[in-house]
């Protein structure tokens, strides 16, 4: 079992910065796959980044590409989003998950076992 705690979400302005962390406990994080979803009001979850387990290898979805970085810390078990030139579409409930495998949207919950519940990150115009 592997428990997700996100934070860093908070109220900025367009163009400005976030640093979200989803920091694990439990089993060895260092073996899990970790993506960052998110989820506007009215809108279905979507998949922002995912990393490997040793950070070599990542994936953007192409609305954030150039603007968020995925990273992550074994020795902390914490992941990280840096989240720069935020724009208002950004705004959602922030999630991360981990698996075994990669995500996957052919399966429920994009084959992630394991969620956190959430960081609230809204952007102003």
């Known amino acids: 079992q592997v428990e997700l705690v996100e934070s860093g979400g908070g109220l900025v302005q367009a163009g400005g910065s976030l640093r979200l962390s989803c920091a694990a406990s439990g089993r060895p994080f260092s073996s899990y796959f970790v993506a960052w979803f998110r989820q506007a009001p009215g809108k279905e979850r979507e998949i922002v980044a995912n990393i490997n387990w040793s950070g070599s290898s990542t994936y953007y979805a192409d609305s954030v590409k150039g603007r968020f970085t995925i990273s992550r810390d074994n020795a902390k078990n914490t992941v990280y989003l840096q989240m720069n030139s935020l724009k208002p579409e950004d705004t959602a409930v922030y999630y991360c998950?981990?698996?075994?495998?990669?995500?996957?949207?052919?399966?429920?919950?994009?084959?992630?076992?394991?969620w956190g519940k959430g960081t609230l990150v809204t952007i102003s115009s």
């Open positions: 998950a981990a698996d075994g495998f990669p995500f996957c949207s052919d399966y429920p919950n994009y084959g992630m076992d394991y």
